[in-house]
T-cell receptor
Framework: QKEVEQDPGPLSVPEGAIVSLNCTYSNSAFQYFMWYRQYSRKGPELLMY????GNKEDGRFTAQVDKSSKYISLFIRDSQPSDSATYLCAMDGGGGADGLTFGKGTHLIIQP | DVKVTQSSRYLVKRTGEKVFLECVQD?????MFWYRQDPGLGLRLIYF???????EKGDIPEGYSVSREKKERFSLILESASTNQTSMYLCASSPPVQETQYFGPGTRLLVL
């Protein structure tokens, strides 16, 4: 069983729609959860960072973690064509020194 | 702002060549990482380092080595490049007790 599952898409939605991106995971030791945005041929850029369960909001972006279900989500409100990118979830058990465990990414397309 | 730079954006090498990929971060981060990213496989950790002259193997270290002589610089070495090492290589850094990682722009390596 893979540690982190993420639908690769592509997910295509019209401009202005609410987008929901999700990851499921199997390792109950994960406590730190991140979302990265990666534009084509660029490095991943950190979007959101949450610790343990709960919600975190930053502008049009909301990250949600449900540790009991081992499920995390990223919501994008009022989606824009500039949001078109690949979104990677990442998680870690703590300690900081070793690498993160990444999902394979969801390719999102916002149609003007 | 955290800045992670990589020496080349695009690189073309021949099979059997020795290849050096350089990464520099300007935020005095202790931890540095090398990943490769391939379609359908996502990000995979090659090596990481939590201090100068320290290194740890990641998930796929075979065919690679690393060097960390200075805190700000982490080099990835392909001792004898092979075609299956054609990939996007991403460097990242993080502070010691923070799980978020900051990525460079990536080096797209083609081995012919």
């Amino acid at each position: 069983q893979k540690e982190v599952e993420q639908d690769p898409g592509p997910l295509s939605v019209p401009e202005g729609a609410i987008v929901s991106l999700n990851c499921t995971y199997s390792n109950s030791a994960f406590q730190y959860f991140m979302w990265y945005r990666q534009y084509s041929r660029k490095g991943p850029e950190l979007l959101m960072y949450t610790y343990s369960s709960g919600n975190k909001e930053d502008g049009r972006f909301t990250a949600q973690v449900d540790k009991s279900s081992k499920y995390i989500s990223l919501f994008i409100r009022d989606s824009q064509p500039s949001d078109s990118a690949t979104y990677l979830c990442a998680m870690d058990g703590g300690g900081g020194a070793d690498g993160l465990t990444f999902g394979k990414g969801t390719h999102l397309i916002i149609q003007p | 702002d955290v800045k992670v730079t990589q020496s080349s954006r695009y690189l073309v090498k021949r099979t059997g060549e020795k290849v050096f990929l350089e990464c520099v971060q300007d935020m005095d981060h202790e931890n540095m990482f090398w990943y490769r990213q391939d379609p359908g496989l996502g990000l995979r950790l090659i090596y990481f380092s939590y201090d100068v002259k320290m290194k740890e193997k990641g998930d796929i270290p075979e065919g690679y080595s690393v060097s960390r002589e200075k805190k700000e610089r982490f080099s990835l070495i392909l001792e004898s490049a092979s075609t299956n090492q054609t990939s996007m290589y991403l460097c990242a850094s993080s502070p010691p007790v923070q799980e978020t990682q900051y990525f460079g722009p990536g080096t797209r390596l083609l081995v012919l």
